[in-house]
């Protein structure tokens, strides 16, 4: 099962290098692809206890415009759990990380 799982990954990277190929070659192919192209950073935030963690995720535009984020609190072996964070939250975090990060709240 696992070796089935790994030839179709190795396929998927396969055909998505042939399409980052064409996007370097064609300034239409970038435009498209870039514009269907969202990405998230999770920044993992200090924590004294090793053993329980919390991070913020945020989720983003190709440019960098934030559009939406969670928070994501974990501890021990349990499942993360993971709240929405608010836009009037989500003003506050990006102002906060703006600095650093070069975030931007996508109104």
């Known amino acids: 099962m696992a070796d089935d799982l790994n030839a ?16 370097i070659k064609s ?16 920044v993992f935030l200090p924590t004294k206890d090793p053993e329980n963690g ?7 535009t190709a440019d960098g415009n934030v559009m939406d984020a969670e928070y994501s609190y974990m501890e021990g072996e349990a499942e993360p759990i993971s709240l929405p964070i608010e836009d009037k939250n989500l003003k506050i975090l990006v102002e906060a990380f703006s600095d650093d990060f070069k975030l931007k709240f996508d109104e």
């Open 8 to 23: 179709v990954a190795e396929k998927k990277l396969k055909s998505r290098i042939t399409k980052f190929k064409k996007v």
């Open 27 to 42: 300034d239409d192919e970038k435009v498209k692809f870039f514009e269907q192209l969202g990405m998230s950073v999770e």
């Open 54 to 60: 919390d991070s913020i995720i945020f989720y983003t």
